[in-house]
T-cell receptor, first 113, second 113 residues
Framework: DGGITQSPKYLFRKEGQNVTLSCEQNLNHDAMYWYRQDPGQGLRLIYYSQIVNDFQKGDIAEGYSVSREKKESFPLTVTSAQKNPTAFYLC????????????FGPGTRLLVL | GNSVTQMEGPVTLSEEAFLTINCTYTATGYPSLFWYVQYPGEGLQLLLKATKADDKGSNKGFEATYRKETTSFHLEKGSVQVSDSAVYFCALSDSFIRNQFYFGTGTSLTVIP
């Protein structure tokens, strides 16, 4: 089955710690995205990548970093500079051309200890 | 700029009632419009889409018509079921800004037996 997987489902972060969220897709999509979801605020774009080895900041990139070394993988690191990381993180992918449907993974919930 | 405005929730309906969730948009170009559904603790799933004016998207009994004259894409279903309880997101994809999606804040629907 083609799809997007995210791991872990739940992640706990201690103060000052960097944590990495995994996102893998086997849809052969060029473009991948990371969103943050907070209650009542909808989705906000953190980073996106249209092609391997290239990525762009979204609306709320501060305190986050990404890499795109392989087409299938787009990991997100939440750094210690992100002071309010508690949220639901969603990864998505699309074929990459304009107006293509984005397909979402099941999400990772990040909690601060 | 681009934006999506959704009807505020939560919405509570009895089973078999008629559903309307309002969505209006502002766009600089000729966007595609989407409805996504999110069940508790899960990622977003595409419900339906429309790519040009007067198109009607439909899926699982849900419908929405792309109305350029009123810049709207309201979601409707004739008879809701308990299993339709979820959060619904309206979104647009701009034709000029590659891969950029704009989401509404979501509308929570609860259907009671």
């Amino acid at each position: 089955d083609g799809g997007i997987t995210q791991s872990p489902k739940y992640l706990f972060r201690k103060e000052g710690q960097n944590v990495t969220l995994s996102c893998e897709q086997n849809l052969n999509h060029d473009a991948m995205y990371w969103y943050r979801q907070d209650p009542g605020q909808g989705l906000r774009l953190i980073y996106y990548s249209q092609i391997v080895n290239d990525f762009q900041k979204g609306d709320i990139a501060e305190g986050y970093s990404v890499s795109r070394e392989k087409k299938e993988s787009f990991p997100l690191t939440v750094t210690s500079a992100q002071k309010n990381p508690t949220a639901f993180y969603l990864c998505a992918s699309s074929l990459g051309t304009t107006q293509e449907t984005q397909y979402f993974g099941p999400g990772t919930r990040l909690l601060v200890l | 700029g681009n934006s999506v405005t959704q009807m505020e929730g939560p919405v509570t309906l009895s089973e078999e009632a008629f559903l309307t969730i309002n969505c209006t948009y502002t766009a600089t170009g000729y966007p595609s419009l989407f409805w996504y559904v999110q069940y508790p603790g899960e990622g977003l799933q595409l419900l339906l889409k429309a790519t040009k004016a007067d198109d009607k998207g439909s899926n699982k009994g849900f419908e929405a018509t792309y109305r350029k004259e009123t810049t709207s894409f309201h979601l409707e279903k004739g008879s809701v079921q308990v299993s339709d309880s979820a959060v619904y997101f309206c979104a647009l994809s701009d034709s000029f800004i590659r891969n950029q999606f704009y989401f509404g804040t979501g509308t929570s629907l609860t259907v009671i037996p």
